[in-house]
């Protein structure tokens, strides 16, 4: 089945150690989002990547950052994690783009992110 | 900014119908509302898309009036495996549309 897959599904890192998250996608969406949510709250757009086109939202810190080597995998790298970071963390695709395309997302699992 | 507000819980019970409401209203021209469902430790599932008017799928329809400053998500009957929390979801980043943002949320819990 054609699906989102994150990698871990749960990661502890200890504060101020760089950490990677990992998306991988077999639906062939040209567009990728990261996402931050944290304990009851909705999940905020941190980035999203359109095809190689990389979109930063202005109040994503620049703690956060973002890479896209094909069309298939993105990652989520946190350079200095601070005890604020600790979040579930999902990656989504969306097919080509536009209004509506933008908003039919498939989501994958998340990351749940514990920072010690 | 298309800030998004939802009520923060509402209960039911089986077989009953449920509306859940998104006040958007700062909503662009260009900017689509879809509505996602997300249970614990899971990823938001998307449930329904709209512009205007209304749209109906096999399990929700989505009510959007003439001046799209609100919606309606509708769940008809429910059951126990509807509890969840809906999120609705305002924007369109390209062709100057708002930055996605989801609203706050509404925790549905459904009962016998």
């Known amino acids: 089945d054609a699906m989102v897959i994150q990698n871990p599904r749960y990661q502890v890192t200890q504060f101020g150690k760089p950490v990677t998250l990992s998306c991988s996608q077999t639906l062939n969406h040209n567009v990728m989002y990261w996402y931050q949510q944290k304990s009851s709250q909705a999940p905020k757009l941190l980035f999203h990547?359109?095809?190689?086109?990389?979109?930063n939202e202005a109040d994503t810190p620049d703690n956060f950052q973002s890479r896209r080597p094909n069309t298939s995998f993105c990652f989520l790298d946190i350079r200095s994690p601070g005890l604020g970071d600790a979040a579930m963390y999902l990656c989504?695709?969306?097919?080509?783009?536009?209004?509506?395309?933008?908003?039919?997302?498939?989501f994958g699992p998340g990351t749940r992110l514990t920072v010690l | 900014l298309a800030k998004t507000t939802q009520p923060i819980s509402m209960d039911s019970y089986e077989g009953q119908e449920v509306n859940i409401t998104c006040s958007h209203n700062?909503?662009?021209?260009?900017?689509?509302i879809t509505w996602y469902q997300q249970f614990p430790s899971q990823g938001p599932r998307f449930i329904i898309q709209g512009y205007k008017t209304k749209v109906t799928n096999e399990v929700a329809s989505l009510f959007i009036p003439a001046d799209r400053k609100s919606s309606t998500l509708s769940l008809p009957r429910v059951s126990l495996s509807d509890t969840a929390v809906y999120y609705c979801?305002?924007?369109?980043?390209?062709?100057?549309?708002?930055?996605?943002?989801f609203g706050t949320g509404t925790q549905l819990k459904v009962e016998l």
């Open positions: 990547y359109y095809d190689k086109d990389f979109n």
């Open positions: 700062n909503i662009a021209t260009n900017d689509y």
């Open positions: 989504a695709t969306s097919r080509d783009g536009g209004g509506r395309s933008y908003n039919e997302q498939f």
């Open positions: 979801l305002v924007g369109a980043p390209t062709g100057g549309g708002n930055k996605l943002t």
